[in-house]
């Protein structure tokens, strides 16, 4: 039997170490350097929940499509899962840093982080609903560092969308809320939640959902403190469970609201925020633009200019509720 400290003193050990360490070490620069090999086809990183399924993931794809690249012919595209525990994203980070990406496309405020943390020379575009708040950048105008993309301005929406929510659902005082502790941006969404949830007179109940076994204990919870509606905050990881919150929703004859129309298209009730598709098509032109040279540094992170509403007629229907005429005709998109 060979002993540590005999084992740790074997020169060939010491010497293939030292050799992966130097490899692991010019994975997180290499990308760089080779974007001046105008033969090479460049490697997209793709991380996001689901990524191969995403809704939002396939308008970036629609996006990077517009512009130009094919997969597999003049681009390749490495997906790697953000959803599950903290140690499996950092695994998939590290594993788009190995395979030596040439620009990393982060899908919310979660995989931006994990991305942030393992490399600051490797390109970012991010989408996130708070980048300067939790110091992705420095400036919106002038990101500095690896990272840059757009910004889904959620936690701002968080008062427009309860104002929205309790006239639309009359006598309106407790809300159940579920959000993600794991998702670094849905802290601004719980503060910003919490005052326009005082100014407008509801009793938010927060219950944390950060996977899909959490939602059925939270729809149990909702129910036994009388929650009156629900309301998701914003977080990529929620976007997988939309169709099963409808559902339990209706059983539960719960209104919901959501960022995305993705909700009242699942069977959900409402939405105000962005066009969701529309920002992920937008965040393929950073990958072009960084792919062709310029610096992350150098583009500044775009902020929605349009806010939309969509209504589900059939789902009010449903629950029994009544939509005003005034709203109706407010609304962007409705659902019959």
């Known amino acids: 039997m060979v002993r540590q400290s005999e084992t740790l003193r074997d020169p060939e050990i010491i010497v293939k170490r030292r050799q992966f360490m130097t490899l692991l070490g010019g994975a997180a620069v290499w990308p760089l350097a080779a974007r001046g090999q105008t033969n090479r086809v460049p490697r997209i990183g793709i991380l996001s929940p689901n990524?191969?399924?995403?809704?939002?993931?396939?308008?970036?794809?629609?996006?990077?499509?517009?512009?130009?690249?094919?997969?597999?012919?003049?681009?390749?595209?490495?997906?790697?899962?953000?959803?599950?525990?903290?140690?499996?994203?950092?695994?998939?980070v590290s594993e788009l840093v190995m395979a030596g990406v040439d620009v990393i496309f982060a899908n919310g405020s979660e995989a931006t982080t994990a991305a942030r943390q393992m490399t600051t020379s490797i390109p970012i575009v991010m989408t996130?609903?708070?980048?300067?708040?939790?110091?992705?950048?420095?400036s919106l105008a002038r990101p500095e560092g690896n990272i840059t993309g757009v910004s889904l301005m959620a936690p701002e929406a968080s008062g427009k969308r309860l104002e929205?929510?309790?006239?639309?659902?009359?006598?309106?005082?407790?809300?159940?809320?579920?959000?993600?502790?794991?998702?670094?941006?849905?802290?601004?969404?719980?503060?910003?939640?919490?005052?326009?949830?005082?100014?407008?007179?509801?009793?938010p109940q927060f219950l944390k959902t950060p996977d899909g076994n959490s939602i059925d204990v939270a729809f149990e919870d909702a129910v036994k403190?009388?929650?009156?509606?629900?309301?998701?905050?914003?977080?990529?990881?929620?976007?997988?469970?939309?169709?099963?919150?409808?559902?339990?929703?209706?059983?539960?004859?719960?209104?919901?609201?959501?960022?995305?129309?993705?909700?009242?298209?699942?069977?959900?009730?409402?939405?105000?925020?962005?066009?969701?598709?529309?920002?992920?098509?937008?965040?393929?032109?950073?990958?072009?633009?960084?792919?062709?040279?310029?610096?992350?540094?150098?583009?500044?992170?775009?902020?929605?200019?349009?806010?939309?509403?969509?209504?589900?007629?059939?789902?009010?229907?449903?629950?029994?509720?009544?939509?005003?005429?005034t709203l109706l005709a407010r609304a962007d998109e409705v659902i019959e």
Do not use: C, H
């Open 225 to 325: 403190q009388s929650a009156q509606g629900v309301i998701l905050l914003p977080a990529p990881q929620m976007g997988l469970y939309l169709r099963r919150i409808a559902d339990l929703a209706l059983e539960d004859r719960l209104p919901t609201m959501y960022f995305t129309d993705a909700l009242p298209k699942a069977g959900g009730l409402m939405s105000y925020g962005v066009k969701v598709e529309a920002l992920f098509r937008r965040a393929a032109y950073y990958v072009d633009r960084i792919l062709k040279g310029a610096k992350p540094a150098d583009l500044p992170v775009e902020q929605p200019t349009k806010f939309e509403l969509v209504i589900n007629l059939k789902t009010a229907k449903i629950l029994g509720i009544e939509i005003p005429a």
């Open 128 to 138: 996130s609903s708070n980048p300067l708040g939790l110091g992705f950048v420095t």
């Open 51 to 92: 990524p191969v399924a995403s809704t939002y993931v396939k308008a970036f794809l629609q996006g990077l499509r517009d512009l130009g690249y094919v997969e597999g012919r003049n681009v390749i595209l490495e997906y790697r899962d953000s959803s599950g525990r903290s140690d499996r994203l950092a695994a998939s």
């Open 164 to 203: 929205l929510f309790k006239e639309i659902v009359p006598g309106l005082v407790n809300i159940a809320v579920f959000w993600n502790p794991n998702d670094p941006g849905a802290a601004f969404s719980v503060k910003e939640t919490e005052a326009a949830a005082e100014a407008t007179g509801l009793k």
